[in-house]
């Protein structure tokens, strides 16, 4: 099963979040599908993911996007996720 917490963060403080849920295994070719679609229930603009996101998430159960991230500009500091299964 695959659960990833999604939350929209501006200094420290949660300005929305987003569970998502899928009942297959994690699959890390299909990362980009699920951080897609997080991005659209969380109303946002899809951050660029490369291979050190991936790596992030699945050492460390978290990974993070910031400004540089992303190609349009956002208005909150960092996009953080999750791997709510820990």
């Known amino acids: 099963m695959v659960r990833i917490w999604a939350k929209v963060m501006k200094k420290d403080k949660i300005l929305s979040q987003y569970m998502f849920?899928?009942?297959e295994n994690i699959d890390y070719s299909?990362?980009?599908d699920y951080l897609?679609?997080?991005c659209e229930n969380l109303d946002i603009a899809t951050p660029v993911l490369i291979k050190n996101h991936l790596f992030n998430f699945a050492k460390y159960n978290?990974?993070?996007?910031t400004q540089s991230?992303?190609?349009e500009q956002i208005s909150f500091d960092k996009l953080?996720?999750?791997n709510a299964l820990i």
């Open 36 to 38: 897609k679609e997080i």
């Open 69 to 71: 991230d992303f190609v």
């Open 80 to 82: 953080v996720l999750e």
């Open 21 to 23: 849920e899928r009942q």
């Open 62 to 65: 978290n990974v993070r996007f």
């Open 30 to 32: 299909e990362f980009f």
